[in-house]
Each structure stands twice: as C-alpha cells, then as structure tokens.
C-alpha cells in the first residue's frame, strides 16, 4: 500500500481533527496491512476526523531504525508542515519500539490514537503511559535477542549448528545430509583437486542440470569457492570465533581431500581459467579513440566501457586493417624478420626452456599434494618458477609473432625487383599474394600479426579517416613520418 496524503488545510479554516492512519508490519505482506488500514480508518470515521493521510511500512521492523524514505519519515515530515495533528495506530506497537522514537513523537506534538486503547500525547499522564509501554516493548525485545544469543552459544558448546538457512548439503536442521546433495559437494571437492578449476566445476554442474537449491539459482565460481572453504563440510561449527569439530554434525568431506582442495585454492601461483575464445580479429586489439578502453565485438565493434562511445561495423574496420597490415608487409623492412638462426633465444630453445620450468612446477606442487612438502616453504620457489614461466611466454610470443610475417612473406618480396628497380606489375601480385596468405592464416595467428605491425584506434565520426592506423614497424607509413 502506498503513502497517501491530502493537500495542507491551515487550522484557523478548519479545526476538524486531520488523522494520519500508520500502519506496519515486520513482513511483507499485504492482507495484514489491509487489516490496519480498516481498523485505523474505522476508529477515525467514528471520531468525525478527516483521514489526511496514510502511511504504511510494508515489511519494516520497529526495532531498526526507518530511514528517509520510509512511511514513518514522511508521516513525520507531514506534522511538520502543520498537514495532520493526530495518529492512529491498531496498537502502540505498531507505532514504535524505541524510547527514541517515542521522543520523536512527543515533540511533535501529535495526539496518539490507537484501536486498543487511546494515548494522548499532548497529556502528562498520556505521555507517562506510552513511555511506560514503550520501556516494556523494548524490554520485550532485548529479553528475546539475549535469549538467542545464549541458545545459540549453548548449541555451539555442544557442537550443533545454530538455526539459520539451510546449508546446501543438509537437510532443515543443518546436521542430517541431504544424500543428493551431499554427493555434489563431494563431487566438487574431488572435481577442483582433479582440475584446479572452479569454473570449469560450476559449468559442468550446471551443464548436467545439478543446480544449487538455495540462494542462485545457477552455481557460480564464487560459490564453489566458498563450498570448497567451507569447515562445515568437514563436520565442525563455529564457537566464539573459531571452527571446533561437532559430534552431531555429520561430514560429507574427508580432511585430507578438504585440506588439499583448499591449499590449492590459497596457491597463489595457481594456473586460472583463460576465459572466453576470441572469436572476432579485432576484439582487443583496437582501442576507443574517446577513453582509450579496448573494443570488442557486439553485433559491431564497440568501447567496452561506454556504449556511447565509437561504434564501427565490422566489415569496415576489418578492411582498413587488412589494406594496413597488407601494406606494412610489402614495404617492410627485414626488421619484421625473426632473428636470425645464430642466436641462442630461438623458438626451440625458449620452448625446450619453458618445458623444464613447468615440469619442475609441476613436480613440486605434487609432492605438496601428496604431503611430501610444505606448501608454505614451496611458495617462493613456486612463485620464482611462475614468474620465469611468465617470462619465457612473453618473449616467445614475441618470436612466434615475428616468425608468422616470416611465414607470410616467403618467397614473395624476393620477386619484386627487377634489375635494380621495382617492377610494379610485380608488386601488385605480391600484395595480392601477401593478401591470400594473410587470409589463410588460423585466426590466432592473424592477431598475433595484426598486434605486431599496427595500432589501431577507432574515433568518433563516419567516415575512414576516423580510424587511425599506427603502423609498429613500418614507420613511414603513418601520416606524421615527413
């Protein structure tokens, strides 16, 4: 039910009694607001007062406190501006649970009305006896949290779960297992130890239609996560700030599987998911001339972080890069080359190097596994080994991007001259042939070419010119050489 309010009446044109109708109730629902909205109105009918207006907090406890938007608020703002001078309520608990709030109302000035019995704030005694009743409601409601608290404490102490949401896995008192579900916990532990992926966990769960039956509706990398570190699973309760094992509380995972799916996960030199395939040339690799955020594709190339920003079709974009790339390899100097066969840092011996470091990884992160050795005292050769890994990556990728002009310019270049000068027919053909094999290349390929040649950045407007094509290699190409 929505606030309602009437337009302001001053009191000099009308001394008729203008009521505000609070209504509330701690849960949603509907039918129990109705209800105080028949009594609250009846009560006033039968004053002779004019209802001015009517505020309800729908699902709103009277022991926190109601914020600015709040029906309470807004029924407070309206006794300021002079709009009502009473209040009816079913009952004084529908009102307030705070001595705060009781001064609230005091101030105001208001005269309180409820169906169970009148209160008359503008009155010493009046103001007595709801202070009296507020100080019980309160008492009421400190009485019934202490009395949680220790009956929660207690269950701990006995090393039972204390009430709450039903813990996946479990049945309602979060101590018989679920059989089913207990089967999927057991599933993702054993599953992550087998691929160190906690997505790959999650898709293959939701693939097979094995969905989570509390809070998401499909599971996430975020809730496998928080299964795999979840104690509970290994039969132990919280009690006063640590986790203490329960003879009720049945486990569904053994400590040793619990302990090596949780030392993995906590490995920060753990290999993660490379995400989604690229499936797009450009997606990336070109940048938005506005904000500087890379482009990808969405039914266009577009800024990842500003829908706003340039948009260019596909086709077009494509096609400048293509004439671009096309063009730098024509006219590139042997710089594009890879190095040559006498250095040492050749894509062999990079490849024969980065086997060794994974294996030597490898090997170490089974023995923490097995028991054999501590993670804690592996973490800095684990990490040292990741970050050479990194860097013997990163420099064959810089090869491989080299080598794959190599593979597109064999046999081409060296026919274009003829005698000391540049037969033109000749070079229409070597474009044309550079164009065919650029175009038969697999696709990761083609990017790692696009990203060693060019930069590419697309600003706003229509025409080609916005595209702005900055060539690596090939220098004397970009508009700003002279």
């Known amino acids: 039910?929505?606030?309602?309010?009437?337009?302001?009446?001053?009191?000099?044109?009308?001394m008729t009694p203008r009521a505000?109708?609070?209504?509330?109730?701690?849960?949603?629902?509907?039918?129990?607001?109705?209800?105080?909205?028949?009594?609250?109105?009846?009560?006033?009918?039968?004053?002779?007062?004019?209802?001015?207006?009517?505020?309800?907090?729908?699902?709103q406890s009277a022991s926190k406190d109601r914020g600015p938007k709040s029906a309470w608020r807004q029924m407070l703002a309206a006794a300021e501006r002079?709009?009502?001078?009473?209040?009816?309520?079913?009952?004084?608990?529908?009102?307030?649970?705070?001595?705060?709030?009781?001064?609230?109302?005091i101030e105001s000035g208001l005269?309180?009305?409820?169906?169970?019995?009148?209160?008359?704030?503008?009155?010493?005694?009046?103001?007595?006896?709801?202070?009296?009743?507020?100080?019980?409601?309160?008492?009421?409601?400190?009485?019934?949290?202490?009395?949680?608290?220790?009956?929660?404490?207690?269950?701990?102490?006995?090393?039972?779960?204390?009430?709450?949401?039903?813990?996946?896995?479990?049945?309602?008192?979060?101590?018989?297992?679920?059989?089913?579900?207990?089967?999927?916990?057991?599933?993702?532990?054993?599953?992550?130890?087998?691929?160190?992926?906690?997505?790959?966990?999650?898709?293959?769960?939701?693939?097979?239609?094995?969905y989570p039956t509390t809070g998401t509706q499909l599971w996430t990398p975020r809730r496998i996560r928080d299964t795999i570190m979840s104690r509970a699973y290994i039969g132990e309760v919280p009690h006063l700030g640590t986790w203490t094992k329960s003879e009720a509380l049945v486990p569904l995972v053994g400590l040793p599987l619990y302990r090596r799916a949780n030392e993995m996960l906590a490995d920060p030199t753990r290999k993660t998911s490379p995400g989604a395939e690229v499936r797009h040339l450009l997606s990336g690799i070109t940048y938005c001339g506005v904000c500087g955020s890379r482009m990808t594709f969405m039914r266009d190339y577009r800024c990842r972080a500003d829908s706003k920003h340039p948009v260019i079709k596909k086709e077009k974009l494509e096609g400048i890069v293509m004439r671009a790339v096309t063009s730098a390899l024509l006219l590139g100097p042997s710089a594009i080359l890879p190095a040559t066969s006498d250095e040492q840092d050749t894509l062999e011996a990079l490849d024969a190097a980065l086997s060794r470091v994974q294996k030597q990884r490898e090997g170490i992160m089974a023995l923490v596994r097995e028991g054999l050795t501590d993670?804690?005292?592996?973490?800095p050769t684990l990490t040292r080994l990741k970050d050479e890994e990194r860097r013997l990556v990163a420099r064959r990728d810089q090869l491989a991007q080299s080598s794959v002009a190599a593979e597109v310019l064999a046999g081409i270049k060296s026919h274009?001259?003829?005698?000391?000068r540049v037969s033109i027919?000749?070079?229409?053909?070597?474009?044309?042939?550079?164009?065919?094999?650029?175009?038969s290349?697999?696709?990761?390929?083609?990017?790692?070419?696009?990203?060693?040649?060019?930069?590419?950045?697309?600003?706003?407007?229509?025409?080609?010119?916005?595209?702005?094509?900055a060539h690596r290699v090939v220098d004397s190409l970009n508009e700003d050489a002279a």
Not at 1 to 14: C, F, G, I, S, Y
Not at 29 to 50: K, L, N, V
Not at 167 to 185: C, F, K, L, Q, W
Not at 194 to 202: D, F, I, K, L
């Open 1 to 14: 039910m929505k606030t309602e309010t009437l337009p302001a009446r001053h009191v000099e044109q009308d």
């Open 20 to 59: 505000a109708l609070y209504l509330r109730q701690s849960v949603e629902h509907a039918e129990g607001i109705d209800r105080q909205d028949a009594r609250t109105r009846s009560m006033a009918a039968s004053r002779g007062w004019t209802v001015a207006g009517v505020f309800a907090d729908d699902g």
């Open 82 to 105: 002079g709009d009502i001078t009473h209040v009816v309520a079913v009952d004084l608990d529908r009102l307030l649970r705070s001595q705060k709030d009781l001064l609230t109302l």
């Open 111 to 210: 005269a309180v009305v409820t169906v169970d019995g009148e209160i008359d704030l503008a009155s010493a005694d009046g103001e007595f006896r709801a202070s009296m009743m507020a100080a019980m409601a309160r008492f009421e409601v400190r009485r019934k949290s202490e009395r949680q608290k220790r009956a929660n404490e207690y269950r701990a102490s006995q090393g039972r779960p204390v009430p709450g949401r039903r813990r996946y896995g479990y049945e309602r008192d979060n101590i018989t297992p679920r059989p089913d579900e207990a089967a999927v916990v057991q599933y993702i532990f054993q599953s992550f130890v087998e691929t160190a992926s906690v997505r790959g966990v999650a898709q293959t769960l939701n693939a097979e239609g094995r």
């Open 375 to 379: 993670a804690a005292a592996e973490r």
């Open 416 to 420: 274009l001259f003829d005698g000391h």
């Open 425 to 439: 027919e000749k070079a229409v053909e070597a474009r044309q042939a550079i164009q065919e094999r650029v175009e």
């Open 441 to 469: 290349l697999s696709l990761a390929r083609h990017r790692e070419l696009v990203q060693l040649l060019v930069h590419v950045t697309v600003n706003p407007g229509r025409s080609e010119d916005r595209v702005v094509v």
